[in-house]
């Protein structure tokens, strides 16, 4: 996370010196930060959300300062960074860490049996905050550029 701050620093730095743009790209780069965490098990992915968090609230605040052309194009990097992994996927990591870290059948039984109830509510919130980065994630676009990009199609 320390690279974030940095990072997060750099574009507000980029602010205070009125380029935007560069400013947004960088908040653009938090956000791909984040979602390269996500990748692994699901504490790497709550990570990652709260890094993709850090880069969409900066992106909020100088998207105001972009030009027309500027907005659209970060709208539309914000529309193909919104395509992230399932969360089917990430619970398929996390019991391969779990299988791995605990090799013999009763300790993975022991495992599931003894914290269920504690882990199914850290699941579901785990999935909530999966679900609900994707929303906001989406909700920015449509408010940094409110106009629909003809240029645009999703997944291509």
Known sequence: ???????????????????????????LDILRMGQALEHGACTDMLR????????????????????REQRRETARELKLLNTRI????????????IAVQNRTVFRQLLLRYRWDEMLQEFYANARAKHEQIREDIASAAAEISPEPDPDFKAGG
Not at 7 to 24: L, T, V
């Open 48 to 67: 990652g959300i709260t890094i993709e968090r850090i880069g969409l609230r900066s992106l909020k605040v100088v998207a105001s300062k972009l030009s």
């Open 86 to 97: 399932a969360f089917e996927e990430v619970m398929r990591r996390e019991d391969y860490l």
């Open 1 to 27: 996370q320390n690279l974030t701050i940095a990072a997060r620093i750099w574009g507000q730095h980029k602010e205070s010196q009125n380029e935007p743009g560069q400013a947004a790209k960088i908040y």
